[in-house]
């Protein structure tokens, strides 16, 4: 009887005996990552360190900078989160994920929070991962677990649970307390130093850590007022209206009121748009340009052509500027460092050209404009524009609010819009709705229907489409005089119906598998939602077809 496998580890192979676990040997292997392993990928599948490996196989351990170990790491410090906030509380204390903020996650306390409290959880928190205390993973019946926590009082998790239609699910402990999670965890707490606490007001608190693009350090905090506004703005809303986490959607679903929720929701949405038109057009003496950008499948097209309308309707004459003609002819494009050409850095466009083009506008002037040849590389000129009195510009691009841009026209004429679908609902009251996820999800739909590309090739450039926003956007968005959300409140449902047949194209030896797992896996808490009584001008039909701009 064989007794040993092989074990394939970056490149080299190791002998082991049979049945070892991952927790066994990731030690001799430490040294070579800069944080702690969290979770390992064997033959292509992600697996917690307490999994045995039965057969030879290729082990690639995954610590806080990859995707993967980056999720784990969070997960593993919600959990301490909620412990120390029990320990030092009482078991009725609580903190609940709200959503993302600067470089961490906001969350609010059903408790009155001081900066004195927050000290003490921080200091609990570093105590509980000096202990080095185990997190145990427990597969039990589903029943069970809804009866567990209705009795504990977390009923978004029992009712989450509904919808999971598994005899059995995964839970983990830690101390004396149960909990839910959508990723993988750690084995245990010590593997979790890297983190911070930031006070924000009298019930929120920010838990912060390094990422994969800041994996070097803990980034300071710095507080995105508008951001925070419009994200509040909409959590408050949903919890008027009784809707604040996935659960709550499917209740509208399963009792046939979704259309009613629909046009609640697009009328809002509408109304908000309004207002900025409105204030555009009160300050039209003095703006000139309005300059728009926000990452990618946020929405800008839709977003841009809505404003467009009620622009018109104030008796404004708005004309479009595509920023994407701008590119330098494709020769003089600079590279990235694998000798790619890198179409995402603000070098890559013809400043000298559009900041003197947009200034002659201004002036009245006639200017002939470039059309971006994509095949050729090369521009092309065709088009010519002039602004009459009435006129303003639209200036939409993935540079659109960066300050080295436009320097020769002067911050009162100009007016900049960041957009992005900020995703006010969560799963539960400690696992949230990343809003890169509903962004991934948007562009799977659109990349297949408009570019026939697979879910594969999505993936595949995600990554560097994310390094290029966290690179090229984020920075600027606080610059920006309005912030429109383009996330429906409804959406994750409808998209689950476009999406998620073709995340099951993804084969199981793709090293895209994993992910595609991970987002059929979350779907799942949705019930699907037909697109019958969505509007044609809303944002969503970018993605999913049938919309007034697109066809």
Request: aromatic letters at 10%.
């Amino acid at each position: 009887m064989i007794d040993t496998i092989e074990v394939t580890i970056n490149g080299q192979k190791f002998k082991y005996s049979k049945n070892v676990t991952l927790q066994e040997i990731y030690i001799e292997h430490q040294e070579k990552h800069q944080y702690p392993i969290l979770i390992a990928r064997v033959n292509n599948r992600l697996r917690e360190l307490s999994y045995n490996l039965t057969e030879s196989c290729t082990v690639e351990f995954l610590d806080l900078t990859s995707c993967e170990g980056h999720r784990t790491h969070v997960s593993g410090l919600t959990f301490i989160l909620i412990y120390a906030v029990k320990k030092l509380f009482g078991k009725s204390a609580n903190v609940i994920v709200q959503h993302s903020l600067d470089k961490g996650i906001y969350f609010q306390t059903s408790f009155k929070l001081t900066e004195e409290k927050l000290l003490a959880i921080k200091e609990e928190m570093k105590a509980i991962i000096k202990k080095d205390m185990p997190i145990n993973r427990l597969t039990i019946d589903r029943l069970e677990a809804i009866k567990y926590f209705k009795e504990v009082g977390d009923e978004s998790k029992a009712g989450a649970m509904r919808y999971n239609t598994d005899n059995y699910i995964t839970l983990y402990r830690l101390g004396n307390i149960y909990n839910y999670f959508y990723y993988l965890m750690p084995q245990s707490t010590g593997k979790l130093k890297d983190f911070d606490l930031t006070y924000i007001n009298n019930n929120g608190l920010t838990l912060r850590f390094p990422t994969v693009y800041v994996s070097d350090h803990i980034a300071k905090y710095k507080h995105h007022p508008s951001m925070f506004e419009v994200f509040r703005e909409y959590k408050d809303w949903g919890k008027l209206i009784g809707i604040e986490t996935a659960v709550d959607l499917n209740r509208v679903v399963s009792t046939g009121k979704i259309s009613d929720l629909i046009k609640i929701d697009e009328t809002l949405q509408s109304n908000r748009l309004l207002e900025i038109a409105k204030e555009i057009n009160n300050r039209k003496n003095k703006v000139k340009i309005v300059l728009m950008a926000g990452p990618s499948s946020s929405g800008k097209t839709t977003t841009c052509r809505k404003l467009c309308m009620f622009l018109k309707s104030f008796g404004l004459h708005p004309k479009s500027l595509e920023m994407d003609n701008y590119f330098l002819n494709r020769v003089d494009t600079p590279k990235d460092e694998n000798g790619n050409y890198d179409f995402e850095c603000l070098e890559a466009m013809d400043l000298k050209l559009f900041d003197k083009q947009v200034g002659d506008l201004l002036k009245g002037e006639k200017v002939k404009l470039p059309t971006f040849n994509f095949v050729l590389g090369e521009k092309e000129y065709r088009d010519e524009m002039q602004l009459e009195d009435n006129d303003i510009l639209i200036i939409e691009g993935i540079h659109a609010l960066d300050s080295k841009i436009l320097n020769n026209i002067t911050r009162e004429k100009k007016y900049k819009i960041y957009i992005s679908p900020l995703t006010e609902l969560n799963m539960d009251n400690h696992n949230r709705i990343p809003t890169t996820d509903n962004r991934l999800l948007r562009r799977i739909v659109r990349d297949n229907r408009t570019r026939n590309y697979t879910v594969e090739h999505t993936l595949k450039q995600w990554p560097s489409v994310r390094k290029g926003e966290e690179e090229y956007i984020f920075p600027f968005q606080d610059d920006s005089d309005a912030t429109v959300n383009s996330a429906a409140i409804y959406e994750l449902g409808v998209l689950k119906t476009y999406v998620e047949p073709l995340l099951y194209s993804v084969e199981s030896d793709s090293p895209y598998y994993e992910e595609a797992k991970r987002l059929i896996n979350f779907l799942r808490l949705f019930l699907p939602i037909p697109a019958d009584s969505i509007p044609e001008d809303a944002v969503i039909r970018e993605f999913i077809g049938g919309g007034y701009f697109h066809e």
